[in-house]
T-cell receptor, first 117, second 115 residues
């Protein structure tokens, strides 16, 4: 099974600043999907951004962007102009395109992001 | 709001009991996934249903079972509950693209506490 590693249990950023959350994964597959989900204190899992491995262009969603390095198996999330509402647990997830995986998401342990005024 | 609904929001029960968690997917979604989030195990995939049929099992205990009904809602049944089953249980749904390209949207979860 693929392993997803988030090496930063906690991160802190000041409002309006930029922060980068790290994620690495281990896979022998050449095609796959990567996701970042946000879990605020409400516990709702919210999709932040998605990246297809066959696309070289890094995904961007407003203030959120990724740095996808396929050879290095790295998928970091950059949050620009951080806002208080960005404070949450962030999970990186891997998904195989093959049916024998059940298309299930394989999650990292998460990074808790604190945003200070 | 993701469009996925789960009931109940909270459930408190005793060891040895049986509970049923319910999930209604987004309109038009054929796939339903169940995940368990606990402090020690993190987020784990339990089971996937597509249009009423079981597609894949993950780390689901034999005491747990699920089904998806013709109206596409799903139920997760947990029996002979143990203290360690206390967790947040999420349901997620997706369109059900069998090429695996679709995105999963999560419900608000059911918080299960076993005393």
């Amino acid at each position: 099974a693929q392993t997803v590693t988030q090496s930063q249990p906690e991160m802190s950023v000041q409002e309006a600043e930029t922060v980068t959350l790290s994620c690495t994964y281990d896979t022998s597959e050449s095609d796959y999907y990567l996701f970042w989900y946000k879990q605020p204190p409400s516990r709702q899992m919210i999709l932040v951004i998605r990246q297809e491995a066959y696309k070289q262009q890094n995904a961007t969603e407003n203030r959120f962007s990724v740095n996808f390095q396929k050879a290095a198996k790295s998928f970091s999330l950059k949050i620009s102009d951080s806002q208080l509402g960005d404070a949450a647990m962030y999970f990186c997830a891997y998904r195989s395109p093959f049916s024998n995986s059940g298309y299930a998401l394989n999650f990292g342990k998460g990074t808790s992001l604190l945003v200070t005024p | 709001d993701s469009g996925v609904t789960q009931t109940p929001k909270h459930l408190i029960t005793a060891t040895g009991q049986r509970v049923t968690l319910r999930c209604s997917p987004r309109s038009g979604d054929l796939s339903v996934y169940w995940y368990q989030q606990s402090l020690d195990q993190g987020l784990q995939f339990l089971i996937h249903y597509y249009n009423g049929e079981e597609r894949a099992k993950g780390n689901i205990l034999e005491r747990f079972s699920a089904q998806q009904f013709p109206d596409l809602h799903s139920e997760l049944n947990l029996s002979s509950l143990e203290l360690g089953d206390s967790a947040l249980y999420f349901c997620a749904s997706s369109v059900g693209d069998l090429a695996g390209t679709d995105t999963q949207y999560f419900g608000p979860g059911t918080r299960l506490t076993v005393l």
